[in-house]
């Protein structure tokens, strides 16, 4: 059975830094290219970053390209996103997804697999 784990969110100032954590069980993390995604209230879930199977090749959004910073430890089976520079605009419920590593399509929901139960993430202003 296949769990992704997501902790760290919180409340965090505009301008502030946090750090998310995903740890996966049940499948070969290794082969899978793991994903953040997020989804504000009315809104549809959206690419935020992934990273590749090596860690070796990263891909963000647009909107957090600079801010955020996906990495991933495969000897501990956990992916990680660090956010800096927080806008109101960050604020969302963040999930880790992890696909395939031959599946194509790294920013498409669709083609992710697995998924966390989420974690809150709120900038206040």
């Known amino acids: 059975q296949v769990q992704l784990v997501e902790s760290g969110g919180g409340v965090v100032q505009v301008g502030g830094s946090l750090g998310l954590s995903c740890a996966a069980s049940g499948l070969a993390f290794s082969t899978y290219t793991m994903g953040w995604f997020r989804q504000a209230p009315g809104k549809e879930r959206e690419f935020v970053a992934a990273a590749a199977w090596s860690g070796g090749n990263t891909y963000y959004a647009a909107a957090v390209k600079g801010r955020f910073t996906i990495s991933r430890d495969n000897a501990k089976n956990t992916v990680y996103l660090q956010m800096s520079s927080l806008k109101p605009a960050d604020t969302a419920v963040y999930y880790c997804?992890?696909?395939?590593?031959?599946?194509?399509?790294?920013?498409?929901?669709?083609?992710?697999?697995?998924w966390g139960q989420g974690t809150q993430v709120t900038v206040s202003s």
């Open positions: 997804a992890a696909k395939p590593r031959w599946r194509g399509q790294v920013l498409a929901v669709a083609a992710y697999d697995h």
